[in-house]
């Protein structure tokens, strides 16, 4: 099936089994490599990515849903400038350590505070409740969200 739709501000057009996992599309046929397969099944987060600016797990989504939409990654993010608050508060709390989940929380994250740039912490927590982290135990993660907030609003 061919397929287009808006890939970090580029247009896509490929041909591609309509039901291959949106991941696998954006891993093997497209180099974005920030959107990681952990699960598989939706249960992990690793793999969000934005659809329409709602995050979701690639993993579930079929490629061919994602015809004449827009797909945001880390990689569009990083490269409009979007996520460098969100990026220098994770560094300053400590919250990577070995950094699979990493793009996953970082998108979870930015979608919520483009929203709301003042959560508390409990909106914080139900944000990322999507996502799962071996390493850190969470509350680094959720500190370097409260940062990035207080960032935001600085420059805003
Ligand atoms: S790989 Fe998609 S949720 Fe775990
Ligand atoms: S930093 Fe290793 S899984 Fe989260």
Do not use: W
């Not at 793999?47 to 797990?57: G, H, R, S, Y």
């Not at 003042?118 to 680094?140: D, H, L, Q």
């Amino acid at each position: 099936m061919k397929i287009n739709f808006i890939l970090n501000d580029n247009i896509v057009n490929i041909d591609i089994r309509p039901d291959k996992p949106l991941l696998r599309m954006l891993r093997e046929d497209l180099g974005i490599k920030s959107v990681k397969e952990g699960c598989g099944r939706g249960e992990c987060g690793s793999c969000t990515v934005l659809v329409d600016n709602k995050p979701v797990a690639s993993c579930m989504v079929p490629a061919g849903q994602v015809h004449t939409r827009k797909v945001t990654t880390l990689e569009g993010l990083e490269s409009s400038g979007e996520i460098k608050q969100i990026q220098d508060a994770f560094v300053k709390s400590g919250a990577v350590q070995c950094g699979f989940c990493t793009p996953g929380f970082m998108i979870s994250a930015y979608s919520l505070l483009t929203g709301n740039p003042n959560p508390e912490r409990e909106e914080i927590r139900a944000a990322v409740s999507g996502n799962v982290c071996r390493c850190t135990g969470y509350t680094k993660i959720i500190d370097a969200i409260e940062l990035a907030a207080e960032y935001i609003r600085r420059f805003k």
